[in-house]
């Protein structure tokens, strides 16, 4: 350009201080004749080269696009992107299927939804890229997905785990605490003779317990728990019961008073020097004193229900006081008996007092016939009232008592069973309902 | 020219067919018809792996449909659809056959125990109305009688079950009242065995 034509005129003049006249005279000439003839001819060399280059030039463009098209379509599939990530899917798949398998559904159901969820959308994206003509395939995004998913099964699978351990630790648990309860009740049970409903209700416990196995074995772990503790429930209610009708025998009041009655017989029979008879029946056992000593101590069976004292007929309790021995039955439908004054005054009394409140149904006497008989010695409660000894200790007696002889018949002594059954179980079922 | 026209006509014609392709709703309709009926035939509870497989075919299918939805309407098709329709169908009406057999199955079952206890607790209560009475002997048939009434309560709980469908747990109710009886009827035969002994 140095020395040649200016091809810009020099319209602003240097110095001038007004910009905006200058620049218009500048665009003016910008686009004037001169300049646009001045351009003409300082291109001409160029327009010369593009006609005589032309189609080289357009070969080499036409090339470049095609190399640069090429290298745009192989670099996905060389890069690998191109690729189906068969085996991320495979491990996908089995992660899901550990889940599955684990029934993460059951016991992850949120988590396993989500990993289901990922999944789907996973292998919805793989068939998406799956139906692209190859070069415009790209499965990063799908071997991302389909990681999110392996990621989301295996949690679930591990959640899963964790949520059906727990469970059946829950159950174990639930049947460990069934178990012990229903032997307590079974225990009780043994201890006292239960009454239908009561005999109904430990019945059922041990049933909802072998219940409550069979659905544990199943792998139903919830419904083995609810069962249990519906067991669990069922015997503490049993327990309770016996628990409240033994609590008499642990009263400190009534004990002491039962200690006194058989002092008292004691005192007696060394006093007088005569032969007496003290029954404790939670004992199950029959004393027979001479001089204020025993002489003997024979296994004695009581009347079933004998957590009880009587107080009417058919109640099945042995009666509780003192008492004397009315007349010998050498030849009983029990072997041999002696037969005792009950009711005597006390239990009268006892017996009205209780019917005019309505406590004894009518119709119901206060019974009667009580005995010490011969066919005892079984070891479980069986009489309908009486005291029942086997026939070789009835055949002892036999010898050593007459008509007259005191018989005193106490609860216990605290020391038995029924009081040991309330202290044992008494803490553990004062809490049921 | 009018020929070239004609042709011409007919080609385009012809690529508009092919390429407005539809789904084929007739095959989905049925195999959505199969899973609904693969559902109430209880496969949820019955047949699991079955209905999980269902559920899987499911997925791909509407992946598949999604996929040709997703694409230009003269390059869809509908083929694989109708594949994979065909296959949730096959796979939903597995799912229904296994549900109803392992129903049936299960159902015997529980009606074959309730059965074996019902005739097992009639047994036992007649046993105990001809059991030896003697002496002593009203406690334990007051014990025997709760415990048979026990059962019994725990039978009707699995004639209940039965009724409302719940198979499995008619099953667990009737096996854990057998042993209840079976063990009342030892005591009977216990009982009966020592009156034996002592004639």
Redesign the interface.
């Known amino acids: 350009m140095a020395g040649g034509t200016p091809i810009v005129p020099s319209a602003v003049p240097p110095g001038s201080r007004s910009a905006s006249p200058a620049l218009v005279l500048w665009i003016a000439g910008a686009f004037s004749p001169t300049f646009l003839g001045a351009m003409s001819r300082r291109f001409s060399g160029f327009r010369t080269f593009v006609a005589r280059w032309r189609w080289r030039l357009f070969a080499l463009v036409f090339c470049v696009t095609l190399l640069g098209c090429a290298a745009g379509l192989v670099w996905p599939i060389a890069a690998g992107y191109t690729e189906a990530p068969l085996y991320d899917k495979g491990r996908a798949w089995d992660a899901l299927e550990d889940a599955?398998r684990a029934a993460a559904s059951r016991w992850a159901p949120d988590v396993q939804r989500e990993a289901?969820s990922a999944?789907?959308v996973a292998?919805?994206a793989?068939?998406?890229e799956e139906?692209r003509l190859l070069p415009f395939r790209d499965f990063r995004p799908v071997r991302s997905a389909l990681a999110a998913a392996e990621d989301k099964a295996r949690r679930a699978q591990a959640e899963g785990n964790r949520g059906r351990l727990d469970a059946k630790a829950r159950a174990d648990e639930a049947l460990a605490g069934g178990e012990m309860e229903v032997a307590r009740g079974t225990e009780v049970g043994e201890a006292m003779?239960?009454g239908?409903?009561t005999?109904?209700?430990?019945?059922?416990s041990?049933?909802?317990l072998?219940?409550a196995k069979?659905?544990h074995a199943?792998g139903d772990f919830p419904e083995a728990q609810r069962r249990a503790e519906q067991a669990a429930a069922q015997a503490r209610a049993v327990s309770k019961h016996a628990v409240d009708a033994a609590s008499r025998y642990a009263e400190p009041s009534l004990v002491a008073r039962w200690r006194r009655m058989i002092d008292e017989t004691i005192r007696w029979s060394r006093s007088s020097g005569g032969t007496a008879i003290v029954v404790l029946k939670e004992n199950h056992r029959l004393d027979v004193y001479d001089d204020g000593r025993v002489v003997r101590s024979y296994r004695a069976?009581m009347g079933?229900r004998s957590v009880n004292d009587k107080l009417a007929s058919g109640d099945?309790a042995t009666p509780e006081g003192r008492y004397r021995i009315t007349h010998k039955k050498p030849g009983s439908?029990?072997y041999k008996a002696l037969a005792l004054d009950y009711p005597n005054s006390e239990d009268r009394a006892r017996f009205a007092q209780m019917k005019r409140r309505g406590q004894i149904p009518r119709g119901v006497g206060p019974g009667g016939l009580i005995e010490i008989h011969g066919?005892g010695g079984?070891g479980?409660?069986?009489?309908?009232g009486c005291v029942?000894i086997s026939n070789r200790d009835i055949d002892d007696l036999f010898r050593r008592v007459g008509v007259g002889t005191p018989v005193t018949i106490v609860g216990g002594d605290g020391q038995g069973r029924f009081a040991r059954l309330v202290r044992e179980h008494g803490a553990s079922t004062s809490g049921t309902q | 020219m009018r020929k070239m026209m004609a042709v011409l006509s007919l080609v385009f014609g012809l690529v508009l067919v092919a390429g407005c392709s539809k789904p084929p709703q007739q095959a989905i309709d049925s195999a959505n018809a199969s899973i609904d009926a693969a559902k109430q035939a209880g496969a949820a509870d019955y047949a699991p792996d079955s209905l999980?497989a269902v559920?899987d075919a499911k997925?791909?299918l509407?992946?598949?449909l999604?996929?040709q939805q997703?694409?230009f309407a003269l390059f869809r098709s509908y083929k694989k659809s109708d594949e994979l329709a065909a296959d949730v169908k096959a796979k939903a009406d597995k799912a229904a056959a296994d549900a109803k057999a392992n129903m049936e199955q299960a159902k015997n079952d529980a009606t074959a125990a309730i059965g074996n206890v019902t005739t097992a607790l009639a047994d036992a209560k007649a046993a105990l109305d001809k059991a030896p009475k003697g002496?002593?002997?009203?406690?334990?048939i007051?014990?025997m009688?709760?415990?048979l009434?026990?059962?019994e309560?725990?039978l009707n709980d699995a004639n209940a079950a039965l009724s409302s469908g719940n198979y499995?747990?008619a099953k667990?109710?009737a096996?854990?009242?057998a042993?209840?009886i079976q063990n009342v009827m030892s005591q009977i035969q216990a009982a009966i065995d020592a009156k034996a002994g002592k004639k």
């Not at chain 1, 005999?199 to 059922?204: A, D, I, S, Y």
């Not at chain 1, 479980?380 to 309908?384: A, E, G, M, P, V």
């Not at chain 2, 002496?135 to 334990?140: E, H, I």
Request: no cysteine; glycine share 2%; hydrophobic share 40%.
């Open positions: 599955r289901e999944m789907r292998l919805a793989y068939r998406r139906v003779h239960l239908p409903y005999r109904t209700l430990l019945q059922k041990k049933i909802a072998r219940e069979a659905i199943r069976d079933y099945a439908a029990y066919d079984r479980k409660d069986w009489t309908r029942a | 999980r559920d997925a791909a509407d992946a598949e999604k996929v997703d694409k002496k002593g002997t009203a406690a334990d007051e014990a009688k709760a415990d009434a026990a059962a309560a725990s499995k747990d667990a109710k096996d854990a009242a042993s209840t």
